[in-house]
């Protein structure tokens, strides 16, 4: 990542051209319960209306809260929720710290590093690089072939942990009881991103987890604090490298530079024996190299994570914030430790942010009282709402939704959890446009596909893997403004083949944790004639009510868009797909088990499989 990371493109909303209607249903919404299109305008004012008067059915409820706040429905979800009540369930979901969740605990007991610090990781898994150093000080001796070997396997180890944060990643999703709290943590960690990839970020991004599942449905200042303070964000945004300038004043004298002492010892060293013009350059250059003032935390502080891009500040407020937040860095640099403030790098100089005066004088607080500030702005609480309206209600979100979700963050001081109430008790959440009218992202297809299906958990990093292929590594997206909230991101021509034909993967038990047959519905369904099996499956996993394009598609075991592109095999096309930006490398170990082509999975007479694997393709289930 450079000084200045490259700005962002903003979305726009679009359709495709042309394409089979089962195609389009992805873009917009369809008949069969697929929600309708209704002129926009200001939604009244008032408090939200009895369940008896939302726009959705009590069934479409049922269905709506479970694909939005939660990853989709288990087996038994929907007459759960249904005996509960919608409301009642809604309300237990906002106070996950009173649910049980036993399951995921155990669970998660069997990740070896999910609680490591990033000292034990570093420790027990450094990067190539320094196992390199190590064995050269060491002096074994020329490099063999064995030790190449040693070096590679290295490297795989030293991504073990991020494999492992991904795979919990996916299994709390599938798993949790809590499941609305994944669904912030999600948010969260997406809103304030982090790339793995960049240098040893992976090394603190169990910690980084740990903080955002602390705050995620908390206060919003705090969760800010802490991850402002967090050792990933410090190092991916370069904040721990940040020093005040040259002739700025400092709260202490600083002492010579570790470089500079460093150069200095090698030239009483080598002058002595007339070191060469290139040994003396590069002792020079040594002295020379200074660190300053990093504005890409304060960037991305302003324009992501509080006020937006729209938010009011120029650039000086960036270069003023980023010299509030001097001094704020890592107790061991590179080597990690946790978040400590040094004094003697951090500008001590008056600043002006927003037109705020900040007199000067000041160390620490000063960066906390920016924070305040930011948190508090009422850009911010604008442009948080939005983005919560924005992943709970629909791409575009009603204004009037959006003002009211703004002044409730307000007036909370930036309480997360009324502000979430406030938007999904709402008429808007449960209008009719707002039914169906999201499209799933990868991580939550994979999820929402294991939870229908009842899959058992798996703590291999293979389903994590299969979240990368479709297109959305978990910690995988290198620049800071994380990955998109609206739907034509995740649709184009190679995205929705490998969808359908992922669906067709998973219904022929060739992903982790499925077993068809071990569906609650199968033996029911198995011994029925295919028009039947299809109205179960619809019932089962499409919430009852689909477009005649989607029945035909069932009906006929025939999908006119795979058909045409020659019904790829879909781990074939998973499995070809450029993987490089995924954290970590599937191994043939971690591969899903071939057991031939799709096209009729497991040979199944009834072709039940077939019609299963045909609905996880279909519209109705891609979006949420």
Not at 133 to 154: E, F, H, K, N
């Amino acid at each position: 990542m450079g000084q200045e990371p490259t700005r962002r493109t903003r979305w726009r909303t679009g359709t495709m051209a042309g394409g089979v209607a089962f195609t389009v249903c992805l873009f917009a919404a369809c008949a069969g319960g697929m929600g309708r299109r209704r002129a926009s305008g200001p939604a009244a004012e008032t408090a939200p209306p009895p369940s008896a008067l939302r726009e959705q059915t009590a069934d479409q409820q049922v269905q709506h809260v479970l694909n939005r706040l939660a990853f989709g429905a288990r087996p038994h979800d929907v007459d759960a929720v249904r005996r509960l009540g919608v409301d009642a369930w809604i309300a237990r979901q906002l106070q996950p710290e009173r649910l049980a969740d036993h399951a995921t605990d155990s669970l998660l007991r069997q990740y070896r590093t999910l609680a490591f610090s990033a000292d034990r990781l570093l420790a027990e898994f450094p990067p190539p690089a320094v196992a390199l150093a190590a064995a050269a000080r060491r002096g074994d001796g020329p490099m063999t072939a064995v030790d190449s070997q040693r070096l590679r396997q290295q490297a795989r180890r030293s991504v073990q942990a991020l494999g492992e944060l991904a795979s919990s990643r996916v299994a709390r999703a599938v798993l949790s009881e809590r499941q609305l709290e994944e669904v912030l943590v999600d948010f969260w960690e997406n809103h304030f991103n982090v790339f793995a990839g960049k240098d040893r970020t992976r090394y603190f991004l169990n910690d980084f987890d740990h903080t955002v599942r602390q705050h995620a449905m908390g206060d919003f200042r705090a969760l800010l604090g802490a991850v402002a303070k967090s050792p990933a964000m410090l190092y991916y945004l370069d904040n721990w490298q940040s020093v005040a300038d040259s002739g700025r004043p400092v709260m202490t004298p600083i002492p010579p530079p570790r470089a500079a002492r460093r150069a200095q010892a090698v030239r009483r060293a080598v002058q002595p024996r007339g070191a060469s013009p290139e040994q003396m350059a590069r002792v020079e250059a040594l002295q020379r190299r200074r660190r300053g003032l990093n504005e890409n935390y304060a960037r991305e502080l302003m324009e992501l994570h509080t006020l937006g891009v729209d938010g009011g500040y120029t650039q000086q407020d960036v270069v003023e914030v980023a010299r509030t937040l001097t001094g704020w860095t890592l107790e061991r640099g590179a080597q990690g430790g946790g978040f400590v403030f040094r004094p003697q790098a951090h500008d001590a100089g008056a600043k002006t942010i927003l037109g705020v005066r900040f007199p000067a004088g000041r160390g620490q607080e000063e960066g906390e009282a920016v924070l305040d500030l930011l948190a508090y702005h009422p850009r911010t609480a604008e442009f948080i709402a939005r983005k919560l309206a924005q992943r709970f209600v629909s791409d575009s979100p009603p204004p009037a939704l959006v003002a009211r979700a703004a002044e409730r963050f307000r007036l909370s001081r930036g309480n997360i959890r009324e502000t979430v109430r406030t938007i999904v008790t709402s008429p808007e959440f449960f209008s009719a446009d707002a039914y169906r009218a999201k499209v799933k992202s990868p991580f939550e297809l994979v999820v929402s596909t294991l939870r229908a299906l009842n899959a058992a958990p798996d703590v291999t990093a293979r389903t994590a893997q299969l979240v990368s292929r479709l297109g959305q590594p978990l910690f995988g997206h290198q620049a800071p403004n994380g990955y998109p909230e609206t739907g034509e991101a995740w649709m184009n021509t190679g995205a929705i083949l490998n969808r359908i034909n992922f669906g067709l993967t998973v219904a022929g038990d060739r992903v982790p944790g499925v077993r068809l047959a071990r569906w609650p519905l199968y033996d029911s369904l198995r011994t029925l004639d295919r028009p039947a099996q299809v109205d179960g499956v619809i019932r089962a996993l499409l919430g009852g009510a689909v477009s005649s394009d989607t029945r035909e598609v069932l009906i006929t075991g025939r999908n006119p868009f795979l058909a045409a592109r020659g019904g790829a095999d879909a781990l074939t096309a998973l499995d070809d797909a450029d993987s490089t930006d995924a954290p970590e490398p599937m191994t043939p170990a971690m591969r899903p088990q071939r057991r031939g082509r799709v096209a009729d999975p497991a040979g199944a007479s009834t072709g039940l499989a077939h019609i299963v694997g045909l609905a996880l393709g279909a519209p109705e289930f891609q979006r949420r």
